[in-house]
């Protein structure tokens, strides 16, 4: 064996940088790395080893499975908290739904709010007003500002006023004394007022009044924020005359001083009379928002103060003067009064304190009004439209009035009515001398309420307008005698300079009067109004006026302008108790008169009442007062036992739900319910049990759209019914009576038919009413899983099975879905888990049984609870019911089993988080509810594994096809084998019966709507089970077939499925009690033990941890497709991260802090990796305790068992998958302990699983992970530790071999060798040196030993990497290494496969395919070696004796005594390829002992050469590497594999044909490369080879790729190509550079070969022999004239025939000949009369190269070549330079040019189009041409004759005459 040190040391030598490297010449075990950190021990020293054993070895040698088991137990997470699909909040699994979460009572709508702080209004004409001093200065009269919001868009108003006084006290003195009136006028002073409230008058609590004296500060409200929105600020002042007048001194101050002082003067005479009356000034306006988002704008400023225009007054009118100001050109038009508004807009701040609502309500926080100034809320005036409205949620009561205009042009009876002020009063009665009431909110400086309310006046305007707002606070109750009176006034403007009016004039003179009523028909009155104006105001002037039409009743009142409407006044009402529209108002009057005595109010007029609800068409109208609504419908429908009634009242219940839906408003619906619905009850009715009544009404009757609406919104009247139904039994005090006692029967027959009412509904309208229906599905299924509360428990299973009941497996998709959502829904039940696990000693009879069933068999004592029978489903009901429909499911589509899978795993999710079951008890009981799962699983094992993924295969019981799809309901029993297997109880009962079970349990009904009868999914089992089942221990439930179908599915699960299948499954597994799994193993077969470490190896498949690139590109979704662990994204999983609901937590987590898109993947990446670690640690607990509880069958002979080898390939997976360090050490720890328990597993026997293990292991040792390689090393050393104990401290020659052969294969496949690896051996040593137990053994030698050995194979391979990048160097390597490895074929087939594993990465697939050849030769040699065909007995036939001859004969496929071909050795491959005979150097010595070959492997090897011969168009071979495998076969009588056999080879041959006919195949190009220079290439120096390139690699091509690869390893500037083909010799070459020679070459073959090897395959097969030619002259010019161009011909021989196991081979041998210029001509003439012949004789005529050919043969324009050679040799005068017979010769070549050339021309003229008969007629002419100067340069007639051209070519024998002056050449003349 120490053959192959020295064929390493050789290859150590190989110095590729051409200089030759200083190495020491040193011991290879005796190097210390120091420099490497060793965690064991600092060194390799043995020093440490003489007093105690190594630490780390004692922790491995001491520890116990118990320890190991304790240590995994440790920091376990849930598995399904890890999956990204499954919500990661517990609230999520909460009995409760999602919109029960998200339901809020009500409240306002979020609405942006802006607060607005006033500042200071300064004119710039000031002055101090008082006399004595020059301080302060302030203006020289009082401003009033009113704030308000307006909307420039939309045209209106958008909240109501909020007036200020800005003005310094000094200034509010100027109209201190000014508030009395006329007494005789009955206005009384606010002051007065103020001392005699009455007890209807509003009241302020909370604060003190003078508190609210002068507020600055308002809160504005905007529910539609956008850019439009203004606040516009009005400006008055006290009454003084025109505004022109008043603005005068303000704009034209040319004396400012003066100007002040004047005006001063002259308005304090005014303020002093009529300070109680304004008149408009001025206006300003500000942008409030920057964009629709509501962002405030806190930059920007009022507008300049413009000048109010008289007659410009009105809203209207100032809504366009905005609208002007906007535009520029509009803008400088208007006049402006100097002066500034400072008032700030900002965001409202957090606990803005001291805030008021506009009914002066205090708002918390409500601090101390001392140090905090007043904020009122200002009414918005929101628009009437649905989607501003929301249910009134405080107490409003507030009706704002609007003068408007005053006509008084046309009245002649007041002779001076122009300064008009209108007085607004609010009184409840005509009478005379009756007081108004004091419910008007007042204005700065006065009281909070006052009794009148004065519009500012319109100087000398005998027609007004208005804009003043009047806000008054209605009473609660309003009568018909409540009114609005309007005074009006002439006020007197004219004060001379004495400050006193003229005489005998009055300050105030009435003018007119006009009222209001408010209610008309017991509504409010809310619209514009145009009244009538009287010029007195007699007692009782109420019912004179029918002020709502506006026409006269006559009477004693006098009407100005003969009684026209001269008074125009609006009203707005904001109230929560008075509704606007005309229907709701009738409803609620006839409600109250109906609780008031119900028989006041008839049906008819209770009806009249509902359907005027149904006649709103606005639902905004109704969502004000929804609760109120709701409610008194609701107590309609208890009292009323009127059946039209209750249905009309559920119309309107329907109606307004559907109406809320419709508009978005369905949160309002469910706010309601949740917090305001009260049940009612009337003489026994109940709103329960009444709704259902209507809802059974409603659904029967003709009214589609009614139907729908109702099916659309059940959820409403569902979840009424259950609330109505808890507080009902709250009320009458019924939760502790039993729960068939707490309903009547009649309401249970209610829901009975209900249910099915709505069920035949969701049946049969799902496809015209898609929503509806589904809608009602999961309304149902929410107020079922309710019931379970309230109900007998029964009778909901009842419910449940009459609605599953309806489903059947023939339905479409969405019937599918609805049944899972149902299912879903009722499976979240808070209490599940208690239902579906009675008393254990509970035993619920089937109802379909009877009791000669019962007798015939009885139930069986010890029958595991977990099995899917009938009394499984009983038992534990609605678990049953999911597993049943989720088996069903999986036989369905894709859809539908995502879907399935889905609900099923969210359900099992949930229960692991139920902190109920938290204890592992618990959690074990409800893991075996979902232990039939695993018999799922196994039922679909052949739709789950695929073979170019997994690297393992199924047992042949799960192997299906679509043949076997076909065979309908008649399947074998092999596919079958979990259904019909007698032995193996538990895999029929417990695991494949998924829907075994044909009656409800705990059923007490039937209904005979059921479109779908369980019964009818029996089936009957043969009398053969019959007979088998009596027999057997436990019981046996045959799953019926007619459950799933005719037939099992054969279409493959996806990705998802799988994964959440067998994710359910492991948390079965790691939950379920040990004594249960164990339990289920023995009674299960070992088909099914077999298929159970399938799925566990899937499982660490599907989980495996990807590595961070990959699950960030899988993440991020850079493929296009959806994410997916392994190939494909997850079709259940969301594409987006921030759809994950477990990242989503993380990052709710992490509060305050921004998560970046690295910081996702970082919490993307660890759930992967802590799900990876979790599924390895949950497969190791079940390995475990599988293990320890099955040591004897897996200890049966002698550990060589299959299921040994399953185990075994088991816990190989887990270092074949990624795992995180974590993982790997518990894997690390449980090998330990297994490779303890059963060492004669590796060391006994075959050595596939000790093989195996050295692999995995070694490559773990090249782990990046320190931790990890110190744990695999410390395991190797202790696989190496035992096999030395194992055979008694002799040897460990299983191990070593086994390690040198693993590290001949990681070399190729996994590249160690680095430093890594190296750090791993150390460690090995040191648990060597330092182990007291071994120290007087030779097991330390041994190991010493063995990492020299693998060293030096590491450093020949550091070698080989520096040759990467030249493939047929570092192949070259390789295969000195495998011909060193001749005493261990074993080693050597190592080294082959690894070089197939190059060619195949390089695309060289032929030299792949040789090489498993040459693997088969050498297994095959070995196996005759050994004598394995020796005991084997030739198999006798019944053939004729000729036929046994012809048999025998045939050395294919048998020898003369019939043994198969195999038994040959080597040589029965010869036939493929001949250098087969390298394998017979096998030598015989201790290496070949451990190496167990047979004919599978053999045969093995030979498929894969099938497969790549398949791949490199080598289809002739096929047939010659199958027949041997065919002989293997045919002993065995496995005739499947014959049938593919002779299939593989018939389409072989159908290829083969194809091809040949095709001529589209390409063997590749052949290339002669030599190297020069010995500084460089050293023993390649001077050395020539063939390289064989694929397909049409170019001269250029090869050239360039050697150029590159020995510029990188020389450098650019060292290396040269030489252009030519000629011989070099290398003294004439510069040393310093390293020359490369590349030329093109040809297969060379002899005339014997020539006719040997017929086809283009043949003459690409097994070639050894190439040519290539180089020109030259004798005057030593490589080109000349063509009677002076000669050429060399050079034969190449290489030492083995391509194709070979390398690409190239070397030459060993060349001969050279030299051709003079007449016989280049007759080579080169040869060539084109047999080029042209061959395209004129083929069947199919190229026709493109035809043309072309003629064209160069004929046309006088390219004709140079031929008669070039026709003059230089032909002609009288040259010819007799040259022999006779070589002149004839020539001329005999150009009489066959011509005929051939008149043939082509002939058949050219016989295929051609009319398109091309020009060209035909011009070819004609050049070869009559070229016949005329043929015919004068060989002096004889040559003509042109058709008759002679249609003749063949007869004389063959000039041919022959040329092949003896010419050697034969393939192909074309050299075109490189």
Not at 543 to 564: E, R, V, Y
Request: charged share 25%; glycine share 4%.
């Amino acid at each position: 064996m120490d053959e192959w040190i020295s064929t390493l040391n050789k290859i150590l030598q190989i110095n590729p940088d051409g200089h030759t490297q200083e190495r020491k010449s040193v011991d290879l075990t005796d190097v210390k790395p120091e420099s490497i950190m060793n965690p064991v021990s600092p060194s390799e020293s043995t020093s440490s080893a003489d007093d105690q054993l190594h630490p780390e070895l004692a922790k491995y040698i001491a520890e116990t499975e118990e320890a190991v088991k304790d240590k995994r137990s440790e920091n376990r997470l849930n598995l399904f908290s890890l999956d990204p699909d499954v919500p990661a909040s517990k609230s999520h699994y909460s009995d409760f739904s999602k919109n029960d979460v998200l339901v809020k009572p009500f409240e306002e709508k979020v609405r942006r709010r802006i607060l607005i702080s006033c500042n200071s209004l300064n004119m710039l004409l000031q002055t101090c007003i008082i006399d004595s001093t020059t301080e302060p200065i302030t203006n020289i009269e009082p401003f009033f500002v009113n704030l308000a919001l307006f909307d420039i868009r939309d045209f209106r108003k958008v909240s109501a006023d909020f007036h200020v006084d800005l003005n310094h006290d000094l200034v509010r003195q100027m109209i201190s004394g000014c508030s009395e009136s006329v007494v005789e006028n009955g206005v009384e002073p606010a002051a007065n007022c103020t001392t005699e409230n009455s007890l209807t008058d509003p009241q302020i609590k909370g604060f003190p009044e003078e508190w609210l004296h002068y507020p600055k500060q308002a809160l504005f409200s905007v529910t539609n924020p956008h850019v439009d929105i203004v606040l516009v600020a009005r400006i008055e002042k006290v009454l003084m005359g025109s505004i022109t007048s008043s603005a005068e001194p303000y704009i034209k101050n040319s004396d400012s001083n003066k100007t002040a002082q004047k005006t001063l003067k002259s308005n304090k005479q005014f303020c002093s009379k009529l300070g109680k009356y304004r008149m408009p000034f001025a206006w300003a306006v500000r942008p409030v928002f920057k964009d629709t988002l509501g962002t405030v704008d806190r930059e920007s400023r009022f507008s300049p103060l413009f000048k109010q225009e008289q007659s410009k007054i009105s809203t209207e009118d100032l809504l366009k003067l905005i609208a002007e100001y906007r535009r520029a050109e509009k803008a400088n038009k208007m006049q402006i009064i100097p002066g500034s508004l400072e008032i700030k807009v900002d965001f409202v701040p957090m606990d803005h304190p001291n805030c008021l609502t506009s009914s002066y309500i205090p708002v918390k926080p409500f601090k101390d009004t001392e140090q905090h100034l007043p904020t009122i809320e200002v009414e918005e005036f929101v628009q009437d439209s649905t989607q501003f409205s929301q249910p009134y949620t405080m107490y409003k009561n507030h009706i704002y009035i609007y003068p408007k205009h005053l006509k008084y042009d046309g009245q002649k009876y007041f002779a001076k009515a122009r300064n008009i002020a209108v007085c607004t009063e609010f009184k409840d009665t005509d009478v005379e001398g009756a007081r108004p009431i004091k419910c008007i909110y007042g204005k700065p400086g006065g009281s909070v309420f006052t009794t009148e309310a004065i519009t500012l006046v319109l100087h000398h305007s005998q027609n007004p307008d208005f804009y003043d707002e009047v806000k008054i606070e209605l009473p609660t109750q309003l009568h018909e005698k409540h009114h609005l009176l309007f005074s009006f006034y002439h006020v007197t403007c004219d004060i001379n300079a004495k400050g006193t009016v003229k005489k005998k004039e009055p300050l105030e003179t009435a003018v007119g009067y006009a009222w209001l009523p408010l209610m008309k028909d017991g509504r409010l009155m809310s619209q514009e109004n145009h009244i009538p104006v009287a010029a007195n105001l007699p007692p009782g002037y109420l019912q004179f006026l029918d002020a709502g039409a506006g026409k006269q009743c006559g009477g004693d009142i006098k009407w100005l302008d003969c009684g026209k409407s001269l008074f125009r006044v609006c009203a707005h009402v904001v109230s929560t108790v008075y509704s606007q529209d005309p229907y709701l108002n009738t409803f609620f009057q006839k409600c109250q008169k109906r609780d008031g005595d119900i028989t006041k109010c008839p049906s008819a007029s209770v009806l009249a009442g509902l359907k005027g609800l149904l006649a709103i068409e606005k639902i905004h109208v109704i969502t004000r007062f929804l609760p109120v609504v709701l409610n008194q419908l609701f107590r309609i429908l208890v009292q009323s036992d009127d059946e039209e009634v209750s249905t009309e009242t559920s119309r309107v219940l329907v109606h307004i739900v559907a109406k809320c839906n419709e508009e978005n408003l369905d949160h309002y619906i469910q706010s309601y319910v949740k917090f305001v619905f009260k049940t009612e009850m009337s003489l026994e009715r109940t709103v329960h049990e009444e709704l259902a009544k209507s809802m059974n009404s409603l659904l029967k009757t003709n009214d589609i759209q009614l139907v729908k609406r109702v099916l659309k919104h059940f959820r409403f009247f569902f979840e009424i019914i259950i609330k109505s139904m808890a507080q009902h039994l709250v009320d009458m005090d019924k939760l502790q009576l039993p729960r068939n006692e707490r309903f009547p029967q009649s309401y249970q027959s209610e829901v009975d038919t209900l249910i099915l009412t709505v069920s035949d509904h969701v049946i049969w309208k799902v496809r015209e009413a898609p929503e509806e229906t589904r809608s009602a599905n999961q309304s149902l299924a929410l107020f079922i899983k309710r019931c379970f509360t309230f109900m007998d428990r029964g009778f909901v299973l009842t419910l449940i099975s009459s609605y599953v009941n309806m489903f059947g497996p023939g339905d479409c998709k969405t019937l599918f879905a609805f049944k899972f959502e149902f299912l879903r829904e009722v499976c979240n039940y808070e209490h599940f888990i208690p239902l579906c696990l009675p008393m254990p000693s509970a035993k619920i009879p089937d109802p379909d049984s009877t009791e000669s069933d019962l007798a015939e068999n009885p139930p069986v004592a010890d029958l595991q609870e977990y099995t899917l029978t009938n009394e499984f489903c009983r038992k534990h009901y609605l678990v049953g019911l999911l597993l049943r429909e989720v088996g069903l499911a999986l036989q369905e589509d894709q859809d539908i089993r995502h879907l399935a899978l889905g609900v099923l795993k969210n359900l099992m999710a949930k229960h692991s988080f139920d902190d109920r079951y938290s204890e592992k008890s618990k959690q074990a009981k409800v893991a075996e509810l979902y232990f039939p799962l695993y018999g799922m699983l196994l039922d679909n094992m052949h739709r789950i594994f695929l073979k170019e993924i997994f690297p393992f295969s199924l047992t042949p019981s799960n192997q299906g096809s679509r043949d076997d799809l076909s065979s309908g309901g008649s399947q074998n029993n092999t596919n079958m084998k979990h259904a019909s297997s007698v032995d193996a109880s538990f895999s029929k009962d417990v695991l494949n019966s998924i829907a075994a079970f044909s009656s409800v349990a705990l059923s007490t009904a039937s209904h005979e709507e059921s479109r779908v009868s369980l019964a009818s999914t029996e089936s009957n089992p043969s009398a053969a089970e019959k007979s088998s089942e009596k027999n057997d221990v436990c019981e046996k439930v045959t799953r019926p077939l007619s459950l799933i179908g005719s037939a099992l599915r054969y279409d493959k699960l996806d990705q998802d499925e799988t994964r959440t299948l067998i994710m359910c499954f492991l948390h079965i597994m790691k939950t379920i009690s040990e004594d249960t799994l164990v339990s289920c193993w023995l009674k299960a077969p070992n088909s099914e033990i077999s298929d159970f470490y399938n799925i566990l190896e899937l499982c660490l498949q599907h989980f495996r941890y990807l590595g961070k690139k990959n699950i960030v590109k899988a993440h991020t979704g850079h493929d296009g497709q959806r994410y997916s662990r392994s190939q494909t994204m997850p079709i259940i999983r969301s594409k987006n991260a921030l759809s994950n609901p477990k990242l989503l937590q993380m990052i709710e987590g992490t509060t305050g802090i921004s998560v970046n898109n690295a910081e996702m993947e970082t919490l993307h990446i660890d759930l992967e990796a802590n799900i990876a670690t979790e599924v390895c640690l949950t497969v190791l607990d079940i390995l475990g305790l599988f293990t320890q509880n099955h040591q004897k069958p897996l200890q049966q002979y002698e550990c060589q068992n299959s299921l040994m080898k399953k185990v075994f390939d088991t816990y190989l997976l887990f270092s074949q998958v990624n795992q995180s360090e974590t993982a790997l050490r518990h894997v690390f720890a449980s090998l330990r302990l297994f490779v303890n328990k059963f060492p004669s597993a590796f060391f006994q026997g075959p050595a596939d699983l000790c093989g195996a293990f050295c692999y995995e292991i070694l490559k773990c040792c090249n782990h990046r992970s320190s931790s990890t390689q110190s744990e695999a090393s410390a395991l190797l050393y202790f696989f190496m530790r035992r096999n030395f104990e194992y055979t008694r401290h002799t040897s460990m020659v299983r191990s070593h071999l086994q390690l040198i052969k693993a590290v001949s294969q990681l070399i190729a496949d996994a590249g160690i060798g680095g430093s890594r690896f190296q750090h791993s051996l150390t460690i090995i040593n040191n648990f060597a040196n330092g182990d007291v137990h071994m120290k007087n053994t030779l097991f330390p030698v041994e190991v010493k030993d063995l990492t020299k050995r693998i060293r030096t194979v590491l450093m020949a391979t550091a070698q080989m990497k520096e040759h990467e990048k030249d493939p047929e160097m570092l192949v070259d390597l390789q295969y000195s290494l495998a011909n060193s490895y001749a005493s261990t074929p074993e080693l050597r087939r190592t080294w082959l496969e690894s070089m197939a594993k190059i060619h195949v990465r390089n695309g060289d697939l032929s030299e792949a395919a040789m090489c498993y050849i040459h693997i088969a030769a050498l297994i095959a040699e070995y196996l005759k070696r050994k004598g394995y065909w020796k005991t084997e007995k030739p198999r006798t036939s019944s053939m004729r004796m000729d036929e046994d001859a012809v048999f025998a004969n045939n050395q294919l496929l048998t020898t003369q005594d019939g043994v198969c071909s195999f038994s040959m050795g080597w040589r029965a491959f010869t036939i493929i390829t001949p250098n087969v005979i390298e394998e017979g150097a096998m030598k015989e010595d201790s290496g070949m002992q451990d190496t167990p070959y047979n004919t599978d492997i053999l045969v093995e090897q030979l498929t894969l050469c099938v497969d790549y011969l398949w791949k490199s168009e080598r289809h002739e071979l096929i047939a010659d590497v199958n027949k041997p495998i065919i002989a293997v076969f045919e002993k065995k009588r496995d005739f499947r594999r014959l049938s593919e056999l002779y299939y593989d080879i018939h389409r072989s041959y159908l290829k083969v044909t194809e091809v040949v006919n095709s001529e589209k195949r390409f063997f590749g190009r052949y290339y002669r490369v030599a190297f020069y220079g010995q500084g460089f290439f050293e023993e390649e120096e001077g050395k020539e080879y063939i390289y064989k390139e694929p397909k049409l690699t170019g001269l250029s091509e090869i050239s360039q790729r050697l150029q590159k690869i020995y510029s990188d390893k020389f450098g650019a500037e060292n290396v040269k190509l030489i252009q030519d083909s000629n011989k070099v010799n290398p003294k004439d070459l510069d040393p310093k550079f390293a020359y490369i020679q590349v030329t093109y070459v040809m297969p060379y073959f002899d005339e014997k070969e020539l006719q040997e090897r017929v086809t283009d395959f043949e003459r690409h097969h097994n070639i050894k022999h190439f040519v290539f030619e180089s020109p030259f002259t004798l005057s030593g010019k490589k080109h000349g004239g063509v009677e002076e161009q000669c050429k060399r011909r050079t034969v190449l021989t290489t030492s083995h025939t391509f194709p070979y196991v390398k690409k190239r081979i070397e030459v060993v041998n060349q001969t050279s000949t030299e051709l003079n210029p007449i016989e280049v001509a007759i080579d080169e003439m040869s060539k084109k009369v047999s080029e042209l012949n061959e395209l004129c004789t083929v069947d199919e005529v190229d026709m493109i190269r035809l043309q072309l050919k003629l064209h160069g043969s004929v046309s006088t324009k390219v004709n140079a070549g031929p008669m070039a050679y026709a003059r230089a040799f032909i002609e009288e005068k040259n010819a007799k330079k040259y022999p006779d017979n070589q002149v004839k010769l020539v001329k005999e070549i150009f009489r066959q040019f011509a005929q051939v050339c008149g043939q082509a021309l002939e058949l050219n003229g016989r295929l051609i189009k009319q398109d091309q008969l020009e060209y035909q007629e011009e070819m004609k002419s050049h070869y009559r041409d070229m016949l005329s100067e043929l015919s004068s340069i060989m002096n004889e007639q040559i003509t042109y004759r058709e008759d002679f051209l249609r003749q063949g070519l007869e004389r063959q024998h000039i041919f022959q005459a040329i092949s003896k002056q010419n050697t034969s050449v393939q192909g074309t003349s050299i075109a490189e």
